[in-house]
Each structure stands twice: as structure tokens, then as C-alpha cells.
């Protein structure tokens, strides 16, 4: 009924740029535009950190770590939402969750994620 598949991860040297998608499927993303779409990561011995969300309303926040490095942007008509990271640094290595929330109806799922590596 609900499923959101992230892809676009992998191994990137530092300096470098990478697209991550979430794509959304099921029926409770039939309206996929009044949800508010998150990226999370978690990296080896950390919390699970917010990286950037946007809401229905098309307005964006990131972690401060990311900011002016990451892009966030949305797709209702595709049900995927992006995330657009450059001038990755070896911090930025972990696994990268989506998020879709709804609190209006209780709603709220994850991804399975995707491992973003930054190394050289």
C-alpha cells in the first residue's frame, strides 16, 4: 500500500556530485503532493539526522552541514522527490533514507535506504 524506493547512491570521490530519487508508490500516495518528503542518513554509529525536507507547499530546510551543497526538490507528478548533492565530503558518507509524512492522517514511511560513500 505504500512504498518508497530510493536509488542513485554509490561511490563518489570527494569534490564530487550525486542525484538521489525516492520514488513513491501505493495506494496511500495517491495524493503524493500532500505529503512532506524528507532525506534522512544514518552513518556507522550515529543517530539517523535529518539532511533536508520539503513540504507540499514546495518550502525546504537542511542540515546546516549541507547547506549550499545539497538540493532537495520534488516531483508530484512522478512521486519522487531529489536530492542533489555536490562538493561531497567523506562526512557526507552514510545510508540515505527517504521519508514521506502526512500528520494530518498519521501517515509516515522509510524507505530502505541507499549507501552514499565518499572516498578517494
Known amino acids: 500500500q505504500a512504498q518508497l524506493v530510493e536509488s542513485g547512491g554509490g561511490l563518489v570521490q570527494p569534490g564530487g556530485s550525486l542525484r538521489l530519487s525516492c520514488a513513491a508508490s501505493g495506494s496511500m500516495f495517491s495524493i503524493f503532493s500532500i505529503y512532506t518528503m524528507g532525506w534522512y542518513r544514518q552513518a556507522p554509529g550515529k543517530q539517523r539526522e535529518l539532511v533536508a525536507a520539503?513540504?507540499?507547499?514546495?518550502?525546504?530546510n537542511y542540515a546546516d552541514s549541507v547547506k549550499d551543497r545539497f538540493t532537495i526538490s520534488r516531483d508530484n507528478a512522478k512521486n519522487t522527490v531529489y536530492l542533489q548533492m555536490n562538493s561531497l565530503k567523506p562526512d557526507d558518507t552514510a545510508a540515505y533514507y527517504c521519508?514521506?509524512?502526512?500528520?494530518?492522517?498519521?501517515?509516515?514511511?522509510w524507505g530502505q535506504g541507499t549507501q552514499v560513500t565518499v572516498s578517494s
Open positions: 520539503i513540504t507540499s507547499g514546495g518550502f525546504t
Open positions: 521519508n514521506a509524512d502526512q500528520k494530518v492522517f498519521g501517515r509516515n514511511y
